[in-house]
């Protein structure tokens, strides 16, 4: 599947993944993150049942202190 | 457009900034200095002289709740900003009662896990509000890094990566520049609508 990652085009194997699956292949291993397929939150008790599927806008957003 | 059909343009707007620290404090100084009319600020702290090293305050006001110290800071560069001012922990319920009627919010907490809870909130409770978010500024240098992305209604700037720590602290220029590009990203969506 093609999708867009944090506004950049990335393509994978799998033709759907969880956004932990999608968080494990990109070695994302943030703990605090706010994540958005096609603009609708997905809270952190979905990462494991929410679908990304080809043609999907991701945003993954990785949250640092400082302020 | 000159600055005053700027300020004209502005009046009639309204800002809310989550967090009067080092983000927050600065982006409400550009704003009150470029015109916005209403000002909606919340912070429960207080300052500290640590916070000096990059938060708009001064050594007198040590002690002073945060959001007053910062209405005085804005009425001392223009009296005529209406500042609605909230000394609160902020949660869900209270970001919807402050901030559901300012035209853009800004995101300018400290700690990673609220700035989380108020993107999620504000995401949950004003699905197309302009949301402006200061992401990753901490230590000094580097000024290639900070850059600034759109992502749907966010508006994220900051190098996204820079965690604050013992030895890489928040100081007052990158911080300033992260607070000023947000205050900057706000002037761009009101001038466009």
């Given amino acids: ?67 | 457009m000159t600055s005053d059909e700027v300020r004209e343009r502005l009046k009639s707007r309204s800002v809310g900034i989550a967090g009067c620290g080092g983000l927050g404090s600065n982006c409400a100084v550009a704003l009150a200095r470029t015109g916005i009319g209403t000002l909606v600020i919340a912070d429960h702290d207080t300052v500290s002289e640590s916070n000096l090293n990059r938060q708009y305050y001064f050594l007198s006001q040590v002690g002073e709740p945060k959001v007053s110290a910062l209405k005085d800071v804005i009425h001392r560069i223009d009296p005529a900003i209406r500042v609605i001012s909230y000394k609160a922990r902020l949660d869900p319920e209270k970001i919807n009662l402050y901030f559901r009627d300012c035209d853009v919010l800004v995101e300018a907490f400290d700690r990673a896990d609220q700035k989380q809870m108020l993107i999620e909130a504000a995401l949950s409770l004003f699905p197309g509000k302009p949301l402006v978010v200061g992401l990753g500024m901490a230590g000094w240098g580097k000024n290639e890094s900070i850059r600034f992305r759109k992502s749907g209604n966010i508006y994220i700037c900051g190098d996204e990566i820079s965690e604050i720590s013992d030895q890489l602290p928040p100081l007052a220029p990158r911080v300033g520049i992260v607070a000023n590009m947000q205050a900057n990203t706000v002037l761009e969506i009101l001038m466009q609508t």
């Fill in chain 1, 1 to 67: 599947m093609k999708i867009i990652l944090n506004n950049t085009a990335e393509e994978f194997q799998h033709e759907t993944l969880t956004i932990n699956g999608l968080l494990s292949l990109k070695k994302f291993s943030f703990k605090m993150l706010v994540v958005r397929i096609n603009g609708s939150l997905v809270k952190k008790d979905e990462y494991e049942t929410a679908v990304v599927r080809d043609g999907d806008d991701v945003m993954i957003l990785h949250l640092v202190s400082g302020g």
